[in-house]
């Protein structure tokens, strides 16, 4: 099961059902099930407080995503801060609504065992959010 809340900003613009619908196939398409998936949508006060709280992090961030994967089922919460995602759509001269669906899979991708901190692995990550992002493209 996929939820999706907002605490403190608008509810984001996305389809749920459709949106679930991709993620699932994304997961899929890596050997995994989805379980329980939590997303909430915050603005960049929360995403800081969550930063400090858990990460020792004193610094804004996109997104966080908790790991609670048992085998082969992918489960988290993950927290996206949409001033953020805002503020790098703009930076990356990305349409908001591309760049909120690239933060949504880049933390289903993260459960499904792509990092972006290592050598090379950020490429790797980006061409996943692309092919990913191509999926979602075909639904529409």
């Known amino acids: 099961m996929i939820i999706y809340e907002a605490e403190g900003v608008k509810f984001p ?4 059902r459709e949106t679930t619908s991709w993620i699932r196939q994304v997961a899929a398409s890596y050997g995994k099930k989805v379980g329980e998936i939590g997303y909430l949508f915050v603005n960049d006060e929360k995403i800081l407080e969550v930063n400090n709280q858990f990460l ?3 610094y804004y961030t996109d997104i ?3 790991d609670y994967c048992e085998g082969k089922t992918i ?3 993950i927290y996206i801060s949409v001033d953020t995602v ?7 001269g990305r349409p908001y609504d591309e760049e ?5 899979i880049h933390g289903i991708l993260h459960l499904c065992g792509i990092n972006d ?3 090379g692995e950020r490429e790797i990550m980006e061409a996943a959010e692309d092919k990913a992002l ?5 639904e529409e």
């Open 100 to 104: 909120l669906h690239r933060v949504i």
């Open 13 to 16: 613009n996305i389809k749920k």
């Open 86 to 92: 805002f503020t790098n759509a703009d930076k990356f």
């Open 56 to 58: 020792g992090h004193d």
């Open 75 to 77: 489960s988290g919460d």
């Open 64 to 66: 966080i995503t908790f």
């Open 134 to 138: 191509a999926l979602l493209k075909e």
């Open 117 to 119: 901190k290592g050598p």
